[in-house]
């Protein structure tokens, strides 16, 4: 009977062992990271040079899952309804702040996932076809101006994507008329102005740089609160009188609800430390992306901020509704 007793208990405190040992050894296999975009984009970008320098510090390799669809909620409903077991995670972008605020009967509520850290971001640059008399936002809003109830065209990637919410902080900065065209992605608002079938729009520092270091797009301002390391003479908005005129293209990382604490302070951790290597750094820095880690708490700050300031702008501006 002794025995039996010492065995069972022997069993007992072995499971318990093995119990703790599992926990303490997360990852132990490949951890997944949704992007709800399709590659080539500044998101992807950043996730794959992310995932790269987070997987070093895991042991694990770090899986980029693409999932596009309706403005990110595709991707964002796939995580929110995952399992919180520590192997799924969301690269969101600004859709996850808005996408609330512009959707109705989303597939998920925006206390399904959890802030795990921000990572990085693409300014956005204020570009205008050559033909513009304008080398700078100054001489565009007085341009604009002359334009009276014409108005000036302008190029979104859709209702409440960040081109649009550039255009309604310029018009309430300067008072001027831009005319809202959306198209289906910020590539296709881009070529729209290219051709000079629409005049302006803003879009990723990836996105445009190329056609501006080519002559093909004038930059007229970042909207970024720094000047872009990849393109330094580029203005900000701020620097030019418009300081209301501030958002970037940034990406961060989410994560389900109720994934266990330790294992969202690991991540930020790994993620922190691999976007403050120069490796990390030099790679985005090429593209015109900045690193901007930090605490998760600085995180969730950042998202309350941005759900408050660019809340009281979409429904001024009445987006999702009809322009």
């Given at each position: 009977?002794q025995s039996r007793?010492?065995?069972?208990?022997a069993?007992l405190?072995a499971c318990v062992?093995?119990?703790?040992?599992?926990?303490?050894e997360?990852?132990?296999?490949?951890?997944?990271?949704?992007?709800?975009f399709?590659p080539g984009g500044?998101?992807?970008?950043i996730?794959?040079?992310a995932?790269?320098?987070v997987r070093?510090?895991?042991?694990q390799?770090v899986v980029?899952?693409n999932r596009?669809?309706?403005?990110?909620?595709v991707?964002t409903a796939?995580?929110?309804n995952?399992?919180?077991d520590?192997?799924?995670?969301l690269?969101?972008?600004?859709?996850v702040?808005t996408?609330s605020?512009?959707i109705r009967?989303?597939?998920?509520?925006d206390?399904?996932?959890?802030?795990v850290?921000?990572?990085?971001?693409a300014p956005s640059v204020i570009?205008?076809?050559?033909?513009v008399?304008?080398?700078?936002?100054t001489?565009?809003?007085?341009?604009?101006?002359?334009?009276?109830d014409?108005?000036?065209?302008?190029?979104?990637a859709?209702?409440?994507?960040?081109?649009?919410?550039?255009?309604?902080?310029l018009?309430?900065?300067?008072?001027i008329?831009?005319n809202?065209?959306?198209?289906?992605?910020?590539?296709?608002?881009?070529?729209a102005v290219l051709?000079?079938?629409?005049?302006?729009t803003?879009e990723?520092?990836?996105?445009v740089?190329?056609?501006i270091k080519?002559?093909l797009?004038?930059?007229i301002?970042?909207?970024?609160?720094k000047?872009?390391?990849a393109?330094?003479s580029i203005l900000?908005?701020i620097?030019?009188?418009?300081p209301?005129?501030?958002i970037?293209?940034?990406?961060?990382?989410?994560a389900?609800?109720?994934?266990?604490?330790?294992?969202?302070e690991?991540?930020?951790?790994e993620l922190?430390?691999?976007?403050?290597?120069?490796?990390?750094?030099s790679?985005?820095a090429?593209?015109g992306i900045?690193?901007?880690e930090?605490?998760?708490s600085d995180?969730?700050?950042?998202i309350?901020?941005?759900r408050?300031r660019l809340?009281?702008?979409?429904a001024?501006a009445k987006?999702?509704?009809a322009q």
């Amino acid at each position: 009977m002794q025995s039996r007793i010492a065995f069972l208990a022997a069993s007992l405190v072995a499971c318990v062992f093995a119990a703790s040992g599992a926990r303490a050894e997360w990852p132990d296999h490949p951890v997944k990271w949704v992007v709800p975009f399709g590659p080539g984009g500044a998101n992807d970008l950043i996730a794959r040079v992310a995932a790269d320098g987070v997987r070093k510090g895991l042991g694990q390799p770090v899986v980029i899952e693409n999932r596009p669809g309706a403005g990110a909620v595709v991707g964002t409903a796939a995580v929110a309804n995952a399992a919180p077991d520590g192997y799924t995670f969301l690269i969101s972008a600004n859709g996850v702040v808005t996408n609330s605020m512009l959707i109705r009967n989303l597939p998920y509520t925006d206390a399904q996932i959890v802030p795990v850290g921000r990572i990085a971001v693409a300014p956005s640059v204020i570009v205008v076809h050559p033909s513009v008399p304008a080398n700078n936002l100054t001489e565009f809003v007085a341009w604009a101006k002359q334009q009276g109830d014409k108005g000036v065209n302008w190029a979104t990637a859709g209702s409440g994507s960040t081109p649009h919410f550039v255009a309604e902080m310029l018009r309430e900065a300067a008072g001027i008329k831009l005319n809202i065209i959306p198209y289906k992605s910020g590539n296709d608002g881009v070529t729209a102005v290219l051709s000079n079938s629409v005049s302006a729009t803003s879009e990723a520092s990836i996105v445009v740089l190329p056609q501006i270091k080519a002559g093909l797009l004038k930059a007229i301002a970042t909207t970024y609160e720094k000047r872009i390391s990849a393109a330094p003479s580029i203005l900000t908005a701020i620097e030019q009188g418009y300081p209301s005129v501030n958002i970037g293209h940034w990406a961060g990382l989410f994560a389900p609800r109720d994934t266990p604490e330790p294992i969202v302070e690991r991540m930020n951790a790994e993620l922190q430390k691999a976007m403050k290597t120069p490796e990390v750094k030099s790679k985005l820095a090429e593209s015109g992306i900045e690193t901007n880690e930090g605490p998760i708490s600085d995180f969730v700050a950042f998202i309350a901020a941005e759900r408050a300031r660019l809340g009281a702008l979409a429904a001024k501006a009445k987006m999702g509704e009809a322009q």
